[in-house]
């Protein structure tokens, strides 16, 4: 018959007293200066007694007071990370790997987004400073210049998506676009395409400009010319993509491309349900290419081709980045430049052109399908 394990001799009917680290201090017999050391993992406290602290902590089910903490230790031991939108299944993935890698190295996280609004990003900044963070991963669109002096006077270190001011203090994550996208042009025209079309993100966006730069410049490479009638700007939502692709079906009727690459997968998916409203078929009526792999591009219909940009290789590098800047403050010159891979992931969404082109042209009957000519597929 098992026993029931013993507690220690001042644990007993404490669940009417107010918990603090004094009362883990008379439990553990040990010090109040010992309790905290052991909480803040000062390596300097004796392992076994710091493993008795442990396991009072454990059986009293004691929380630290963080703020206390951090008033005494000054230092908050949190990260702020700030995204663009929640409803992009891309930034969840991206939340998800940050908080991992944060937490694996005693940190927290408090997490933001501004859905593209300034009045949205100056409540995240404050939030922010409220809580005393100690660095901020910036995962979203530009920061006005006076939200950036409020974090930068006060010495917080920042790190950005692709471009960042060249301050103190700051690190930036250049995501290499033109890689993996050439990689899908090269694609795309290894199958036998040459009227590839592309939909854009929105213009204000720099990741967007830096997307569409390196689509053209693969075209080029590929000696393959650019159709400027097949450059459709969309806005990097599944809605965004239904339109853009609404438009490139009403103002081609005539000539078609036979793949088109989105600046991301949010829009492909929206090109995929699109062409299926139209009764054509991904990819032998249209090759579609995404851009940054997120989960459930394996799941589409048919998987999507796409271009990976790895979310747990941002969330390390951002925290990485907020690491050596917090903890190495005697290195006057941290790293800034974070380089992130991109590549081509293969899937079932794009393949060779055929007779796509002339089956974009067939009319259509009355279910709103093409009436196809079986002898167009020879």
């Keep these: 018959m098992a026993t029931k394990k013993a507690k220690p001799a001042a644990v007993e009917n404490k669940a009417t007293e107010r918990m ?117 991963a910036i995962m979203t669109f530009g920061i006005e210049e006076p939200l950036l002096d409020q974090l930068a006077k006060r010495n917080v270190p920042l790190v950005f998506i692709d471009i960042g001011p060249k301050r103190p203090g700051i690190s930036v994550l250049k995501v290499d676009y033109h890689h993996g996208i050439r990689q899908g042009v090269q694609h795309l025209a290894a199958l036998g395409h040459r009227n590839i079309a592309f939909i854009s993100g929105p213009a204000i966006l720099h990741s ?70 139209a009764g054509l078929r991904v990819p032998d009526d249209l090759s579609v290419v995404g851009f940054d792999d997120i989960h459930i591009a394996e799941v589409t219909i048919p998987p999507l081709t796409t271009v990976q940009m790895s979310r747990f290789d941002l969330a390390r590098a951002a925290v990485t980045a907020l690491r050596a800047h917090v903890e190495n403050a005697d290195d006057r010159a941290p790293k800034r430049d974070y380089n992130i891979q991109t590549d081509l992931i293969v899937r079932e969404s794009t393949g060779s052109p055929r007779a796509a082109a002339t089956r974009l042209r067939e009319p259509r009957g009355k279910s709103g399908r093409p009436d196809i000519n079986p002898v167009a597929l020879t």
């Design 208 to 277: 967007a400009q830096s997307r569409l730069t390196a689509f053209s410049t693969s075209l080029k490479e590929c000696s393959i010319a650019p159709n400027p009638a097949w450059i459709i700007e969309g806005d990097h939502t599944m809605e965004g993509g239904i339109a853009a692709m609404e438009r490139l079906l009403a103002a081609n009727a005539k000539k078609m491309p036979t793949a088109v690459m989105c600046s991301n997968d949010m829009t492909a998916i929206g090109v995929l349900h699109r062409l299926y409203r």
């Design 20 to 136: 603090d680290i004094r009362t883990i201090a008379r439990a553990a017999n040990v010090s109040i200066a010992t309790v905290s050391r052991t909480i803040n993992h000062i390596p300097t406290v004796n392992p076994e007694i710091a493993k008795r602290v442990w396991a009072v902590i454990d059986q009293l089910d004691y929380f630290p007071n963080t703020q206390a903490r951090a008033l005494v230790s000054g230092r908050s031991k949190i990260f702020g990370l700030i995204v663009s939108e929640i409803t992009n299944p891309f930034f969840p993935e991206l939340i998800q790997g940050f908080e991992d890698i944060a937490v694996e190295h005693g940190y927290e996280i408090l997490v933001s987004s501004t859905n593209y609004d300034p009045k949205r990003m100056s409540h995240c900044i404050r939030r922010m400073l409220e809580r005393k963070v100690e660095g901020v």
